[in-house]
């Protein structure tokens, strides 16, 4: 072997044992130098306000690698804000731009993995002070503590796998207020540097994929809990994707009513997906507004239902839905939403009755577009629309469309068909709720167009039917009484008319002055009620 062969491998063995010494004295002496430093600096950037423990500490400096395990953090009592517990299996960071950290203070990195965090948090009891709390993106209060203790960091990406939460309100009754497991999120691109101070995202990242699991939120009022299976939601795609979404009641039938004190509708709601496509990802992570291109809702199961026993509601208000869309808090533009497959079943429980009646509108299909409270989208002529397709009782065809006019009189347009059906399936709504049982009857077809303002509606109907013969029924039977057959054949005899159509085919108008604290659904069915009752002559 050469002279100076043997200088460079003696010199490459003097570097191997020299890192290989620093090395070992790392991991043997300095690692807890080291780990007692992060604590003090995390501290510090916390304001010492929560108590970090870490049980292993593992630098290596060939590899450029850092492993923490054992994690536990929790808030000191003696500290304000929310009380938060955490503990983590593993932090592991790859990538460590040593020589930039130790002469520019700049942090560079290449991984981050977070694997199996769980997390609890109880918030402060929300004061009911009217005064409001200026709102800090997460990305500005993040920046703040990282510039506390380098000037910059880089990390290319950020994985957390296996995340469970568990987030509480102090002054609520439910617990957990929301919760989810097994959970994870990629953050690609995080940059934090002194012009972050002013960085206007939510998130500092350039993409970003969550994958939420067993999603369960439970609302304030304990009223209902909120379940999903899935949450998928990625800035490269700009798309959200929720699986089998379901509401569900926390009370059966006469305890939800009986629980809130008064009437209110009960809301059961299956809905196997609910998929937002072309979402404006920077405006969404701007916390601006909500802007997608289309929203699909497939395979929603709702059913609804009102006991009537219980006393009325206070007399609010109601809001048309033009103020709701208003009244949403954020600007919101949403071109389209569609809806497939779909079932509605409305319910309702008059008192003195054995059994509710209710309405079916099975296989529903609708398109609901150009639902924005922008009021410059107003100004270009988007005017939101519903047109729905289903079929009642699961046996005619209704076809409707409704314009919500967006200016000061929040006035609607209504209109719609509905195909020739037996009204005999009718009865399972007017039997229990109008006390009127439809012998025989068929309809031929049905068409109306109706305008509604916020204080009356007007319009017209045209039904064309035959055969129709009617019975009235006492309250809370299933059967006429002797007075009520007097009164049906009276009815059927010299009121009702029978027949509608062929060339004596004639229309009825709609004319019904609205209740203002009874729900827009009875404004429209009370509006075509009126025509209804005034074709068949009742």
Known sequence: MKRYQKIVVGVLISAIVLIGSIQIYISFFLDEQLKETAVERFHEATDDAYELEIKDFDLQILGRQLSLSGIQLSKKEASSGSDIQ????????????????????????????????DIYVTAP???????????????QQLSKMVLKVVDQISVPNLNITGLSL????????????LSLSNSDIKLHNITIDSTSLKDER?????????????????????????????????????????????????????????????????????????KWD???????????????????????????????????????????????????????????????????????????????????FAHLSADFTDLTNVEAHWDNGRTPTLHATTNVMNKGQLEAQFTFMMTSDNRQEIKGSLQSMDMQPLN???????????????????DFEMNLSAKNAGGSLTLEYENLKISLLDEGLSEESFGNKAKSFVANTFKLKSDNKNDDLRSAKVDFERVEHK?????????????LKSSIGL
């Open 428 to 446: 399972d709504a007017l039997e229990p709720i109008a006390f009127v049982r439809i012998e025989e009857g068929n309809i031929l077809g049905l």
């Open 278 to 360: 072309g979402i404006d990802i920077e405006m969404l992570n701007k916390a601006e507004s909500i802007t997608t291109r289309l929203i699909n809702i497939t395979n929603a199961d709702i059913n609804i239902y009102r006991d009537k026993r219980p006393p009325e509601s206070p007399k609010k208000y109601k809001p048309l839905p033009q103020e709701m869309i208003r009244d949403i808090p954020f600007p919101t533009t949403i071109d389209s939403i569609h809806i497939s497959n779909s079932n509605i079943r409305y319910t309702e429980r008059k008192p003195n009755t054995e059994k509710a009646g209710y309405i079916e």
């Open 519 to 531: 729900s827009v659904f009875n404004y429209w069915w009370k509006s075509l009620l009126s025509g």
């Open 202 to 274: 939510v998130i500092p990242a350039d993409d970003i994929t969550i994958a939420f699991r067993n999603v369960q939120f439970q609302t304030p009022n304990e009223l209902y809990k909120i379940t999903t299976g899935d949450v998928d939601f990625s800035t490269t795609d700009s798309q959200l994707v929720l699986r089998e979404f379901s509401l569900i009641p926390q009370f059966d039938k006469q305890a939800f009513s009986d629980n809130v004190g008064h009437q209110i509708d009960r809301l059961n709601m299956d809905i196997k997906e609910i």
């Open 86 to 117: 955490l503990t983590l299996d593993e932090f592991n960071v790859s990538g460590i731009g040593v020589i930039k950290l130790l002469l520019q203070h700049e942090l560079s990195l290449n991984n981050i993995e977070i694997i199996n965090p």
């Open 125 to 139: 009891k929300k004061e009911s002070s009217t005064q409001k709390t200026p709102w800090h993106r997460p990305s």
């Open 166 to 177: 568990y987030y509480n309100r102090a002054n609520l009754p439910v617990a957990p207020l």
